[in-house]
DNA sequence: GATGAATGAGCGTTCATTCAT
DNA sequence: CATGAATGAACGCTCATTCAT
């Protein structure tokens, strides 16, 4: 089995301990248990450290979400739009992804804070000044918002994981509504004009 | 001395270590050391587990958190202005009771499902149902709106607890004029009238 | 059972086990063995890391020695009878406490630096000073020749280490002759008037 | 690639691990890096074990440092020329193969029994015992002064594994002074005649 | 021969918990 | 009540060694 293929699994087996039994439980006996493997010392083997595997689950678990966000928002002609894209195919992305979710608010806390920069945080800023700037968005101060929206995601998000009962459909029109009042400038036709 | 004061007693040392360090470092030995005591064993005496522990910093924390709030919010005299009252008294708090608002953050992970209920979310969708009899609110779905609501002050919380930069005084605006607009029926008098 | 005598239970442990099987074989497992505790944990609760322990060990065994041989030395009169009396005075530990000899041995490459300071060796190079002053000793380099006397020492150690066959007794009486022909002017009264 | 020359290429890379970072760093790891292998399996697959490995490296590097010892007595016309030979050309030794000499020293205690054997000590009493029945050197136990001749050796050695300062040039005066002194008849003719 | 993934024993260490005093 | 030494399970990790390819 190639280095790539091992790395892969036991990230998969990771993401899987994680999505079921929270960080705490997500020793490399569990994980490796989970995948097959004979002895922890394979982890070892593969991974520098500990830190190196949380850092890897918590880059492949990033990449899949943001892969799965990214191709949703690039269809948008707005700030406005990609906004509530964003929202969409985060909400979306729970449903169809539910262990990649998790295991991504599982492991957050513990990724190397070079890992796990702020990089969204920033994006989404940019992305409401943009539509500040376009008129789409009345003049909030847009890295707060950014907090906001990001929140507002984290929160369904940990929702989620905390197993309560949530019906993500609703979640997500509610979320959409939601944001589109408190960014866009209140005209009041566009959340009307939806329907919510 | 009383029971009760120890309790208290390792309660304010764990909520100290929980601020500073986080919850992987909230051994008893450190609980221990902050508190004075010359043994962990006077915890386990007084606490079965270290689980009972947690639970008890939980609600400890959490009653503070309550007292603080609703002492701000029972001024109020309609839903949305208490609605208000809660977002500002949460954000004063966590600006005025730092310690105890991270030590927050950073226990609700781990407090038994049985403690860790989900009364305050129960308690806002109760209130925001009200203002929808009231007629203050627009017509969401308080339960959705509820997790929304108390996502927005769990981000800032994580924000804080994370020791990222952030402007309590001009989050506690933002918050209080992002949720005027996502549940006031869009008159747009409110948000306006408070000259934001 | 008190602090310091578990401490010194469990460097007494590590003393045997280093004489008995070298520093390889100085595990936690094994000398919590020798020392009938139930757990390595325990040596880790008396002593913060295994680094802490080998210097706890090479201490003691570094005051024992010296105190045995310093006891023997500050009767001499002059440096060339104190150097004498070093000799054997080191030589008879050897034999004395072999354990503790043999466990300096083993321990003295793994001691902290700080801890295993080369004391020994300038307090040898200043007696050696003082007896060219003196005029009993001839013109040689002092700190070298430091370097010899210790190195004589430490030879007849790594030989007792080694299990290698030695008289001790012979050991003596020739390591003396030798120090005085190697460091006295050469009117070889000494040498001789000693009966050799 | 030849078996021979595979092996030696190991060696070569062992040597050099010990001599930078001790024996405690030679894993084969580091080794097969050193040595430019791709595989720790390959050391395994050349070498039936670690203890193979270890005295393969001892017999090396103990053939060379003989070689070069060797070379440099044999044109010695008495057994005190021999031994002042052999003092002068173990120093020189260090000063002109630093790595092999440390390598010597790191793993001489890890060397197999057998292996390790007293070749060394056997000879220098032998060539002892010959000074001593050609008139040249007194009347000493000739084991243990081969004992003193091998621990001054090696007191040296041990000093530049340490890397504690150590000026090579004076040290070997300094050591061939000593030893004339030590174990010639006591004329004084010597050691004054060769103006030290 | 050479590779490199896999193995499993052993390591030092931390931790909540227990219990005799 | 309080102490603090003792316990033992679990942890991440390293290492020489094996073996299918």
């Known amino acids: 089995m190639t280095e790539q293929a091992?790395?892969?699994q036991i990230v998969a087996a990771a993401v899987e301990v994680l999505a079921e039994g929270g960080?705490?439980?997500a020793s490399f006996k569990r994980i490796a248990a989970v995948a097959g493997l004979s002895s922890t010392g394979l982890i070892s083997y593969h991974f520098k450290g500990?830190?190196?595997?949380?850092?890897?689950?918590?880059?492949?678990?990033?990449?899949?979400?943001?892969?799965?966000?990214?191709?949703r928002m690039d269809r948008g002609t707005g700030a406005a739009e990609?906004?509530?894209?964003f929202l969409t195919a985060n909400v979306r992305f729970m449903a169809e992804h539910r262990n990649h979710?998790?295991?991504?608010?599982e492991v957050r806390a513990h990724a190397s804070a070079a890992t796990a920069g702020d990089g969204d945080h920033r994006k989404m800023a940019d992305l409401l000044r943009e539509g500040q700037r376009a008129?789409?968005?009345r003049d909030f101060d847009a890295d707060t918002m950014a907090v906001f929206v990001m929140a507002l995601r984290d929160g369904v998000l940990a929702r989620l994981g905390n197993r309560a009962e949530i019906d993500l459909d609703r979640c997500e029109r509610e979320?959409?509504?939601m944001v589109e009042l408190a960014t866009t400038r209140g005209t009041g036709t566009w959340a009307g004009?939806?329907?919510r």
């Open 193 to 195: 004009g939806h329907g």
């Open 135 to 137: 008129g789409e968005f």
């Open 82 to 85: 990609e906004l509530r894209a």
């Open 175 to 177: 979320l959409v509504t």
């Open 6 to 8: 091992r790395r892969a």
């Open 50 to 71: 500990k830190q190196e595997l949380v850092d890897a689950v918590y880059a492949e678990v990033t990449h899949v979400f943001a892969g799965f966000v990214l191709e």
């Open 101 to 105: 979710a998790i295991a991504l608010h």
């Open 23 to 25: 960080y705490a439980a």
